[in-house]
């Protein structure tokens, strides 16, 4: 059975830092592209950044360019959030999320959220 498990969130002035960490069990980080989103009250589900699994390829939504980077360590199998210069519009609850590809399914997990406010 997959589980991903997010930490790491929590209160934060606003300029602050915290990294999330999203360990995985029962599948391979490595190979799996791996997605952070976040879900502020009242609004859709952002995607964050996104790490693929072949080749490590990353993307940011341009809201967290330059302050957000997203990691993997594939020896402890976890994926990692960086956030710096944190913004009270950043406050949200984070989820992790995993895509696996195989020859004919995709299978696609999520975390259960870590939350994230940044407020003074």
């Known amino acids: 059975q997959v589980q991903l498990v997010e930490s790491g969130g929590g209160l934060v002035q606003p300029g602050g830092s915290l990294r999330l960490s999203c360990v995985a069990s029962?599948?391979?980080?490595?190979?799996?592209?791996a997605k952070w989103y976040r879900q502020a009250p009242g609004k859709e589900r952002e995607l964050v950044a996104a790490?693929?699994?072949?080749?490590?390829?990353?993307n940011y939504a341009d809201s967290v360019k330059g302050r957000f980077t997203i990691s993997r360590d594939n020896a402890k199998n976890t994926v990692y959030l960086q956030m710096n210069s944190l913004k009270p519009e950043d406050t949200a609850v984070y989820y992790c999320?995993?895509?696996?590809?195989?020859?004919?399914?995709?299978?696609?997990?999520w975390g259960q959220g870590t939350q994230v406010t940044v407020s003074s």
């Open positions: 999320n995993a895509i696996l590809l195989t020859w004919d399914k995709m299978y696609n997990y």
């Open positions: 029962g599948l391979i980080f490595s190979t799996t592209a």
């Open positions: 790490i693929t699994s072949a080749d490590s390829r990353i």
